[in-house]
């Protein structure tokens, strides 16, 4: 099954600046998602990934706040823009591996904004 | 649109107890995940349930999909504190998923 190699693992920022996650999978994939998890909370799809073209996103998620590039089938980084306390989360990659064996997930990044 | 309810969203049992746990879901699907979370990780795949009637079994856990009710179940026997986490079922509507909320369980000695 495929590796997914995410970083960084965690972070601490200062509100206004902005933070740039990286997701690496082992094998080429069509597409790429990232997920927002705040505290507490289940996971929120922000926005898939396919390479060559536009991320699509989600309602309540936009391109500015939210910068994706894919630039090869193994390989996509979700940027954090302009980040406020409301932005700590837990930002998550995730890959289907096939119809058998579903989804898996990066290790994760632990953003605390302060 | 696409809703997953879970129930219940806390669950404490005492070791050796069974309970169950409920997933919902509001559109047809053939496909359900279960995923495991401890304490400030990740999301770890549990089962994946392909198809109506589809049963799954690892260890404690066993996980079944009634397509036609829309429901999934989760059912722990005899619980041990191992078992202590957070657990969500997982629909695809295409290509992404939609989680349930999540179920907290807490085993106690």
């Known amino acids: 099954s495929a590796v997914i190699s995410q970083k960084p693992s965690r972070d601490i920022c200062q509100r206004g600046t902005s933070l740039t996650i990286q997701c690496q999978v082992d094998s080429q994939v069509t597409m790429m998602f990232w997920y927002r998890q705040q505290p507490g909370q289940s996971l929120t799809l922000i926005a898939t990934?396919?390479?060559?073209?536009?991320?699509?996103?989600e309602s309540g998620f936009v391109i500015d706040k939210f910068p994706i590039s894919r630039p090869n089938l193994t390989f996509s980084t979700l940027t954090v823009s302009n980040m406020s306390p409301e932005d700590s989360s837990i930002y998550l990659c995730?890959?289907?591996?096939?119809?058998?064996?579903?989804?898996?997930f990066g290790s994760g990044t632990r953003l605390t904004v302060v | 649109e696409l809703k997953v309810e879970q129930n219940p969203l806390f669950l404490s049992m005492q070791e050796g107890k069974n309970y169950t746990i409920y997933c919902n879901y509001s559109t047809t699907s053939d496909r359900l995940y279960w995923y495991r979370q401890d304490p400030g990780k990740s999301l770890e795949s549990l089962f994946v349930?392909?198809?109506?009637?589809a049963v799954k079994q690892e260890g404690r856990l066993m996980a079944s999909l009634d397509t036609k009710a829309r429901l999934s179940t989760l059912h722990i026997t005899a619980a041990v504190h191992d078992l202590s986490a957070t657990y969500f079922c997982a629909v695809p509507d295409r290509f992404k998923l939609t989680f349930g909320k999540g179920t907290l369980l807490t085993v106690n000695p």
């Open positions: 995730s890959v289907e591996l096939g119809t058998y064996y579903g989804y898996t």
């Open positions: 990934a396919n390479q060559g073209s536009e991320a699509t996103y």
């Open positions: 349930l392909l198809s109506n009637g």
